[in-house]
């Protein structure tokens, strides 16, 4: 068999290290998103309330119509709900970056037989923070993949509307498959070389050096790791369709949507670090 599939079978022999980084990954994960969904009703519900029901166009005829004094309640109420919500949302942003970062320290200093000190974890939330330069050219490259996936797969309707016409259905269906595939692969490679940096930064706590560093081993080894990014795209869209039934048994239980989607997408993050590890990281330590 070929050694490159031989590690992705062998990368579903999950042990205790993918258990343990599994369940750092759903705690952590489980925490950022079930607080941003509390945070989110709150605002919702202070939002009807200080709006008390009314369009915009209402309040835009209430502002032109009451008198300063009339007025004064309603401005006091509606500057309080703007500050809560916009200090409430940086403090969860912050909060869940720092989370994020003790996650991945955590995970990565296991892996790499280190600890976590109070110094070396603050070099992560800045870490972290640098990826929003790479992750911006991600975001370029994803808007490239979905603008040449969407002319793509209108080349069927033009070159055979009629087949098109008559097989709409199943063509829409590939449509949605393909471009959805195309698309969660890009974010794969992201995820991959983000895991490659924190891999060389646990060995230095350079930054700029485990950017570097994390890029050099992609462009080094990028046949091996675009196999390893094409085989957890597969396995994910096969996941997807198997578990298609109990997504849409749940569309009337959101809460119980989310924490499968939660459990879902920390099961995949933790077994997607676990085969890059195995079959391009591990004997490197």
Do not use: C
């Not at 369009?55 to 109420?77: D, G, K, R, S």
Request: aromatic fraction near 16%; proline fraction near 2%; charge should be positive.
């Amino acid at each position: 068999m070929n050694k490159n599939l031989q590690l992705y079978f062998d990368s579903f022999k999950l042990g205790k290290l993918f258990a343990y980084t599994f369940l750092i990954d759903l705690v952590s994960l489980s925490l950022i998103i079930f607080v941003f969904t509390w945070f989110s009703t709150y605002v919702q519900e202070r939002s009807l309330e200080v709006m008390q029901g009314r369009t915009v166009t209402e309040i835009q005829q209430m502002v032109a119509t009451l008198n300063p004094e009339q007025l004064a309640p309603f401005v006091t109420m509606l500057k309080s709900f703007l500050i809560i919500s916009v200090t409430g949302l940086l403090l969860l942003i912050i909060g869940s970056v720092m989370l994020f970062s003790f996650s991945q320290a955590s995970i990565w200093n296991f892996l790499l037989g280190k600890k976590v000190t109070s110094k070396n974890y603050w070099r992560w939330n800045a870490l972290n923070l640098s990826l929003l330069m790479p992750l911006f050219l991600f975001l370029m490259i994803l808007l490239l993949v979905r603008v040449s996936l969407s002319l793509l797969l209108d080349l069927p309707a033009k070159l055979a509307p009629y087949f098109y016409l008559t097989h709409t259905t199943i063509m829409e269906n590939i449509r949605l498959i393909v471009d959805g595939a195309g698309i969660f692969l890009v974010i794969v490679l992201f995820i991959v070389i983000a895991f490659l940096i924190y891999f060389q930064f646990v060995k230095s706590y350079r930054i700029w050096d485990s950017l570097g560093a994390g890029f050099s081993r992609f462009k080094k080894q990028w046949k091996k790791i675009l196999f390893l990014a094409f085989l957890a795209t597969v396995s994910a869209l096969i996941i997807t369709v198997i578990l298609l039934p109990i997504k849409q048994a749940l569309i009337f239980y959101p809460f119980l949507s989310t924490l499968l989607n939660v459990v879902l997408a920390s099961f995949f993050l933790a077994w997607l670090r676990y085969y890059l590890y195995s079959a391009v990281l591990h004997g490197d330590q």
